[in-house]
Structure formats: structure tokens, C-alpha cells
């Protein structure tokens, strides 16, 4: 087909789309969909042209049309998470956002934008609350974060801004509304179930453990620890550990977390020989330590075959390796398999009751709040307001529970 020594030209990636004709109507191919203008050989046509072809070089990574009437649903969602993994949002958030998108798009991910009506939010929350995994308030949570995303879409000139406000005049769930389920209010984990629990968990846990109580944190603060975000240069004879991100850093910006000779003595030991990179608490250190304590424990002497085996396992190591950090779930199921542990070698009398490490953020602000006072705990848990530390901390009830101990009736006669 060619001459010889012709040159073949590259095929080009990146070219803009072109303006299209089918019958009357002209249209252009953007992400395998057609993206109508107008009919064809019109000024409107033109425009209409030029303004997508302006919003993709804008944003070329947006997948979305310029038509007002031909967004989807699905299409606008996939936008808006694409906008916030870009912003520093926590990743808690966007993960929520995501399952969020899952119920929506699941239902009208092929309606237009400008269709979806209060009704159809009430719908896409009934098949929320249908699969009985959410409690009221989280489903309540979701249905926000989908005005959330239709707000989003009248800032980028999405969707009409008629559309986002009769979302928002749709109520939240009410208590005991029918077929939703409201969880128990957290309790704290008293110290003496924490103390009896410590025993049976590796060192590891039992430091993170320890160090979560004493300072109020989030599990996520704890587990996300990373050596170089701990600050030990200064002269005041404490550590400031300062995480990366944190649920609430967009409303109250860095947190600084002060560390104390207690947390010190914690910490330490897993601070030696590490990089600045490297997790405090790691799943590799509890691991070394549970066959440290194996090897500890062994009654019999290690026999020739084994200590092939061990050779051979250590030049072949098994493809799947404890990670290098916790995560919510690995940190919670220690503890968990420590009280089952604990529970095995325990009398029937002396068992542990469940608890998980959220509760300890509980028990942390009804301490501080006893002892120092609501602002100190409000302080130390890092709450914008007094009345957010209340809901975790019980120390109101426990001075209710002293004033009716002490309290006498001035109304009876005095004994003669």
C-alpha cells in the first residue's frame, strides 16, 4: 500500500473529538457515548460545539457532557469522586462516598441529572434501609451526601439548581422510624477489662492499646502512626505526634497530639533502627514477637527436619506478609482474638467481656472530664464543641450516680 521508504505517521491519541452528522443532528464521541449538540448546520449547533470542546481542555479527565439534559446520573457521580480523591478529603469520607454512589447509581445511573426528583432520593434511601446494613443515622448520612454531590453538580453547571434545592426539602429518618434500626450509644471500656485483657495480646497491641487510653485518639491516629511524624526535638521533655491526615482536618486543620512520659516509655522501643517512613506499630513487629514467644515456650528441641523446613520457608517466604501498617480491621480483630484467647484460659467467673478499640476514645474523655473537667476533655479529644465531648464521655452520669448516693430526703422528720 505504501511506497518504499515511506514514513508512517503516528496515530494520534489525544485528538480533540470531532463534530459529527447523523441525519439532522449533529454530535461528537466523547468516552464511547454520543454527545449531541443541536441539529446540524446551526449557529446553536456550533456553539454548543465549542463549549464542549472548551470544558474538555478545561478538565479533559471529567467525564462528563456539557448538555445540562444529557448528564446521567452515573456520569455525575463519577465526576464528583474523581474531584474528591484529587482534594485532601480523608479517606474515611471518601470511602463513604463511594458506597453512597453504589445505592445511587445502582437504581438511576441512566437518569439525566435534571430528572432525579425528591421521590427518587426517597426511593434510592428505602433500598438503603431494605438491606438492613446501615443503621438510621448512616442512612441518613448517605442520603446528605447525595445532595452533596447534586450541589456539586449546580457549582460545575450540571445540574439545575432548581433540582438541588427540592432535594433538600426532603426530611431526614426520624426514630423508630419503620424498618430502620438505631445502634447502641457507646460505652467506655472500664480500665480493669482493659488491664485483664492485656496479658493475652502481643506487646504490640498492648502498647497500641495503652497509648490510645492514655491520649484519647482515634484507632486511625494509632494505627497510622508513622516514626517521622513524632516530634522529639524539644526542650519540654514531651513528644508531639502529628498525624498525616485526620477525620476531622478540614474543620480544624493539623492536630497535634502532645506525648507524655507514659506514651514515651510505650513508644520507644519501637522507634529504634526504624525509618522516618516506617509504621510505630506494625503487624511484621507483632508477628516477630509471637514467635519469639513460641520459641520461648518450646519444651521439646527443635528437630533436624524442622530446621530444614525453616530454612527452606526462609529462602522461599510465603507470598502473603503481615502489612507494614494496621488498619481498622486488623487492629480491631487483635484485640478481639486476645479476648477470645483471654476468655479460653479464664474461669467461667473471670471472663472478658467484648470490646473494641473505639470504645477507648470513651474511656479516655470520661477520665479526663472526672478528673480535669469538661474543657480539658474537650481539649484532649480535639472537639470543635463541648457538646461533642459529651457524647463521649458518661462523666455526667457518674456524678449523678455519687450526688444520688449521697443524697438525703429534706422532707423526713429527723430520727429523735
Known amino acids: 500500500m505504501f511506497g518504499k521508504g515511506a514514513m508512517l505517521m503516528p496515530k494520534l491519541k489525544n485528538r480533540l473529538p470531532k463534530i459529527c452528522r447523523d441525519r439532522n443532528q449533529s454530535f461528537s464521541w466523547h468516552n464511547g457515548k454520543r454527545i449531541y449538540h443541536g441539529v446540524w448546520g446551526t449557529p446553536e449547533a456550533e456553539k454548543s460545539y465549542k463549549r464542549f470542546i472548551a470544558a474538555l481542555l478545561e478538565n479533559p479527565s471529567l467525564p462528563l457532557q456539557v448538555d445540562k439534559d444529557g448528564v446521567l446520573v452515573s456520569e455525575l457521580a463519577t465526576g464528583y469522586l474523581d474531584h474528591i480523591e484529587k482534594s485532601p478529603m480523608h479517606p ?65 453547571e450540571l445540574v439545575h439548581e432548581t433540582v438541588y434545592n427540592a432535594l433538600r426539602v426532603v426530611k431526614t429518618l426520624v426514630k423508630k422510624t419503620p424498618g430502620t434500626f438505631d445502634h447502641p450509644k457507646r460505652q467506655e471500656v472500664p480500665d480493669d477489662v482493659v488491664r485483664q485483657t492485656l496479658p493475652f495480646m502481643s506487646p504490640t497491641v498492648a502498647a497500641m492499646v495503652q497509648v490510645q487510653r492514655l491520649t484519647g485518639s482515634r484507632p486511625s491516629e494509632i494505627f497510622s502512626m508513622r516514626v517521622g511524624d513524632i516530634d522529639r526535638s524539644r526542650e519540654n521533655g514531651l513528644w508531639y505526634y502529628t498525624p498525616e491526615s485526620h477525620k476531622t482536618q478540614e474543620h480544624i486543620g493539623e492536630k497535634s497530639i502532645p506525648l507524655g512520659k507514659p506514651e514515651q516509655g510505650l513508644i520507644a522501643p519501637y522507634l529504634v533502627g526504624k525509618k522516618s517512613e516506617s509504621a510505630v506499630f506494625s503487624p511484621r513487629t507483632a508477628m516477630e514477637e509471637w514467635h519469639a514467644a513460641r520459641r520461648a515456650n518450646r519444651k521439646t528441641k527443635v528437630s533436624p527436619s524442622q530446621e530444614e523446613r525453616n530454612q527452606q520457608r526462609a529462602k522461599k517466604p510465603r507470598p502473603r506478609q503481615p502489612g507494614e501498617f494496621y488498619n481498622r480491621n486488623s487492629y480491631r480483630v487483635a484485640i478481639l482474638n486476645a479476648i477470645k484467647k483471654g476468655n479460653k484460659a479464664l474461669p467461667d467467673g473471670q471472663q472478658i467481656p467484648h470490646w473494641s478499640p473505639y470504645l477507648l476514645r470513651n474511656s479516655a474523655a470520661t477520665a479526663i472530664e472526672l478528673e480535669h473537667g469538661l474543657d480539658e476533655a474537650q481539649a484532649a479529644l480535639g472537639h470543635t464543641s463541648a457538646n461533642m465531648t459529651k457524647r463521649y464521655s458518661k462523666a455526667q452520669l457518674k456524678q449523678r450516680e455519687k450526688l444520688a448516693h449521697s443524697r438525703v430526703n429534706p422532707f423526713e422528720k429527723p430520727a429523735e
Open 92 to 156: 474515611s469520607h471518601v470511602l463513604h462516598f463511594k458506597n453512597t454512589v453504589g445505592y445511587l447509581v445502582e437504581l438511576y445511573g441512566e437518569l439525566a441529572v435534571n430528572e432525579f426528583s425528591p421521590k427518587k432520593l426517597k426511593v434510592v434511601r428505602s433500598q438503603m434501609v431494605k438491606t438492613g446494613r446501615l443503621c438510621r443515622k448512616m442512612v441518613n448520612d448517605y442520603a446528605r451526601r447525595i445532595i452533596c454531590i447534586f450541589q456539586w453538580g449546580v457549582e460545575e
